[in-house]
């Protein structure tokens, strides 16, 4: 099993563009998250989702969308670049609340 | 909200054992996880604790107490490769217990 797919793993962005992070899993979880870390500020919860159709805001969800239209898929989509965003960010799913959760290898965005 | 404390670094020698200590604030609870992460990686699941006690996996052991509102993560038997980060994370009431929210972790230093 591939597990918790991101793509891409690098990125540079100039100030104001928009991109979208994807995120895959083949475990068929009903929940999935998307997470940033920063150095001295652990992993802070950007969105998640608890099933296909159904998302939520975490802790810092400004600057950010996501959509779940499958259960597979949880991209994140970043609206207008700011350099307050350059950080590492990891997808995780997980089958529900009580069950552990699988990271994906992370994407290291920076913006300029 | 809640808040969630850990050391932010610790060091031993290795063979040695080590304990690391998460404590956290929150009105109700649905079970602690750790996790680890070795620099550049994703985390990974270490342990699931949902009723106090201790939890023993190998090396790894973890205790929970919810009165105290107090976790702790014992290494037994350190190794070169248990050099990483150890987070702690809850699963707050105030969220449905759907949100995951994590502990800046605690980075350890194993030295021959």
């Known amino acids: 099993n591939a597990g918790v797919t991101q793509t891409p793993k690098f990125q540079v962005l100039k100030t104001g563009q928009s991109m979208t992070l994807q995120c895959a899993q083949d475990m068929n979880h009903e929940y999935m998250s998307w997470y940033r870390q920063d150095p001295g500020m652990g992993l802070r919860l950007i969105h998640y989702?608890?099933?296909?159709?159904?998302?939520d805001q975490g802790e810092v969800p400004n600057g950010y969308n996501v959509s779940r239209s499958t259960t597979e898929d949880f991209p994140l989509r970043l609206l207008s670049a700011a350099p307050s965003q350059t950080s590492v960010y990891f997808c995780?799913?997980?089958?529900?609340?009580?069950?552990?959760?699988?990271f994906g290898d992370g994407t290291r965005l920076s913006i300029l | 909200g809640q808040n969630i404390d850990q050391p932010t670094e610790m060091t031993a020698t290795e063979g040695a054992i080590v304990q690391i200590n998460c404590t956290y604030q929150?009105?109700?609870?649905?079970?602690l996880f750790w996790y680890q992460q070795h620099a550049g990686e994703a985390p990974t699941f270490l342990s699931y604790n949902v009723l106090d006690g201790l939890e023993e996996k190998g090396r790894f052991s973890s205790f929970l107490s919810r009165s105290k509102g107090y976790s702790y993560l014992l290494l037994k038997e350190l190794q070169m490769k248990d050099s990483a980060s150890y987070l702690c994370?809850?699963?707050?009431?105030?969220?449905?217990?759907?949100?995951?929210?994590f502990g800046t972790g605690t980075r350890l230093l194993v030295s021959p």
């Open positions: 929150t009105s109700g609870f649905n079970g």
């Open positions: 989702s608890v099933g296909a159709g159904i998302t």
């Open positions: 995780a799913s997980s089958m529900d609340g009580n069950q552990p959760q699988h």
């Open positions: 994370a809850v699963r707050p009431p105030n969220t449905g217990f759907q949100k995951l929210v």
